[in-house]
């Protein structure tokens, strides 16, 4: 599996953006989509994971309420909308893949995407 990352930018506080991984090989239904995120001089953490057989979600509870994963099954993308961005936002996002349950560890997915920087100004 391949991922490319999209979408990021530069946006004011209170903006928002909407980011797209794109997924090509083959895609099972066992998969987990994640979108994880890393600022400077900080550890890559976990910001929100989709199933892709059921749709179910998980988010950190960073940014629960305000971000929303969400996937496309027929076009194998992934989309994290993010609403009411803060400065403490500004990180590059990673998209990654991994099989069977959702989990909020980095080391446990297989396959990342390069990465979009998004930055929020205050």
């Known amino acids: 599996v391949q991922l490319q990352a999209s979408g990021g930018g530069l946006v004011q506080a209170g903006g928002s953006l909407r980011l797209s991984c794109a997924a090509s090989?083959?895609?099972?239904?066992?998969?987990?989509m994640g979108w994880f995120r890393q600022a400077p001089g900080k550890e890559r953490e976990f910001a929100a994971a989709v199933k892709w057989s059921d749709r179910s979600t998980e988010y950190a509870d960073s940014v629960k309420g305000r971000f929303t994963i969400s996937r496309d099954n027929a076009k194998n993308m992934v989309y994290l909308q993010m609403n009411s961005l803060k400065p403490e936002d500004t990180a590059v996002y990673y998209c990654?893949?991994?099989?069977?349950?959702?989990?909020?560890?980095?080391?446990?997915?297989?396959?990342w995407g390069q990465g979009t920087q998004v930055t929020v100004s205050s």
């Open positions: 990654a893949v991994r099989w069977g349950e959702i989990q909020r560890t980095r080391i446990a997915y297989a396959y």
């Open positions: 090989g083959r895609i099972f239904s066992n998969y987990i």
